[in-house]
């Protein structure tokens, strides 16, 4: 009986610490998941204030091209103008030497 219940004294003792083992790991995966998670968190961050600044940067460059557009049109009905007072001025010329 007494080498029985030693026998399952042992056990047990072995069993306490495969489970004192396991708790050891637990934790050592628990503070490894909430390091990872942490990560995680910070690259989310750092994700959504890259997305916020690709979407902000895409948008200027949308109005800069829209600005681009208008002045490049402004420009081309400046010439034209410029263009029409040049003839004018050279048919005025003409008529003054005309006369």
């Known amino acids: 009986m007494r080498e029985r219940q030693s026998e399952v004294e042992v056990q047990l003792d072995d069993l306490r610490g495969k489970l004192q083992a396991l708790r050891g790991d637990l934790n050592t995966w628990h503070a490894s998941a909430a390091g990872l998670h942490t990560q995680w968190e910070k690259v989310s961050r750092s994700l959504a204030v890259l997305e916020e600044r690709q979407h902000a940067l895409l948008s200027q460059q949308q109005s800069l091209q829209k600005d681009l557009s208008r002045l490049e049109e402004e420009q081309k009905a400046r010439q034209q103008r410029l263009q029409d007072l040049a003839a ?8 003054a030497g005309r006369c």
């Open 88 to 95: 004018e001025r050279d048919r005025a010329a003409n008529r």
